[in-house]
């Protein structure tokens, strides 16, 4: 079941049933999901089978870095297990993003490919310590730059870069943000953060959203705040 929510609930959960619990309680016309490492390491594809039988669609985000042949393999796996979305990092450079999404052409699997520029979690000081001695600003636009170069689809940014990439990339061009944080909820790990509201106005057109809804004292209490916000109840 499509939906035009632009709410992704990303399930970090530990194990399978704790996933499916929390994919019980949402509706998959008013929000996508996300598995990540973790679920995804611990369940396998079993934890896309039952998200897909409960009609979500699924945003596969392994972040898949590696030589290109390995990551075009890989991505024709996620998609051909049915996923909406899957993501490479785009520092795994244009042939290795070139790879993937001919991959995808190819076959005429239809998954939506983006590729992480630089994680919400980092600021400027990160990527000094891995030899990047541009702004962050500036790093992200050129990863995103490759990325749209290559035929992808889109980015992982935060909301923070959307308005600056809406001007450089052009539309249509996908900018799923995670490090959304409610006024309601703490950043935890995240240092690029932008409330649901805010990132909309700043043109994301995909808002990752996990512990502000999944750790939340009521899960859907949360969920329907941030759809209050969004205009969308
Ligand atoms: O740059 C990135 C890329 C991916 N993520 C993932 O999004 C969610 C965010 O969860 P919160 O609990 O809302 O912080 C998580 O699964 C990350 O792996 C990201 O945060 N930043």
Not at 10 to 28: E, G
Request: proline residues 5%; aromatic residues 4%.
């Amino acid at each position: 079941m499509a939906t035009d929510s632009p709410i992704i609930i990303a399930l970090d959960y530990p194990s399978l049933d704790a996933a499916l619990c929390m994919a019980d309680q949402l509706d998959p016309a008013r929000c996508r999901v996300k598995v990540g490492k973790e679920l995804f390491t611990r369940s396998g594809p079993a934890v896309l089978e039952a998200l897909h039988g409960r009609g979500f669609e699924v945003f596969l985000d392994l972040k898949f870095h590696d030589i290109p042949n390995t990551v075009a393999s890989a991505v024709q796996a996620a998609a051909e297990q049915g996923v909406w979305m899957v993501n490479v990092h785009a520092s795994g450079g244009r042939r290795m993003m070139e790879a993937a999404i001919q991959r995808l052409e190819q076959r005429g699997l239809t998954t939506h490919l983006i590729a992480v520029t630089v994680l919400t979690s980092m600021q400027a000081d990160d990527l000094a310590d891995i030899g990047i001695n541009v702004s962050l600003a500036e790093h992200v636009e050129r990863l995103a730059l490759l990325a749209k170069q290559s035929g992808l689809h889109g980015v992982v940014c935060s909301a923070q870069e959307a308005s600056q990439l809406h001007v450089s990339c052009g539309e249509p061009f996908l900018k799923v943000t995670p490090g959304i944080r409610p006024s309601f909820a703490a950043a935890n790990d995240q240092q690029r953060i932008m409330t649901p509201s805010k990132a909309i106005e700043a043109g994301s057109s995909h808002l990752v959203i996990g512990r502000p809804v999944t750790q939340a004292a009521d899960p859907m209490e949360a969920l329907e705040a941030i759809e209050s916000e969004l205009g969308r109840r």
